[in-house]
């Protein structure tokens, strides 16, 4: 069973930045694709940003210009950077993953606040 372990929430001002970490039991290669969503409070989960196998991402346009998602297969972990964050990006963030045999994983969540 793959376990994914998300670090790096907290509580910074508007305009600043945190980056997000996701850290994979098993490599990261066997994935189709790997993912972040985000959930706020009375509001339903939505993708942020997804990175496919080759590479190829597409962003919430919420976060576009803002947010850049990465990966290193070295150390099986999935980042979501976060610059100019908005009191509206404040939510729960999830990482995502999806293998090629279509098993959907996610781990436990990291709480992000961001105060006006």
């Known amino acids: 069973q793959v376990q994914l372990v998300e670090s790096g929430g907290g509580t910074v001002q508007a305009g600043g930045s945190l980056r997000l970490s996701c850290a994979a039991s098993?490599?990261?290669?066997?994935?189709?694709?790997m993912g972040w969503y985000r959930q706020a409070p009375g509001k339903q989960r939505e993708l942020v940003a997804r990175?496919?196998?080759?590479?190829?991402?597409n962003y919430a346009d919420s976060v576009k210009g803002r947010f850049t998602i990465s990966r290193d297969d070295v150390k099986n972990t999935v980042y979501l950077q976060m610059n100019n964050l908005k009191p509206e990006d404040t939510a729960d963030y999830y990482c995502?993953?999806?293998?090629?045999?279509?098993?959907?994983?996610w781990g436990q969540g990291t709480q992000v606040t961001v105060s006006s």
């Open positions: 990175m496919r196998s080759g590479f190829t991402t």
């Open positions: 995502n993953a999806i293998s090629w045999s279509d098993q959907e994983y």
């Open positions: 098993s490599t990261i290669i066997v994935f189709m694709s």
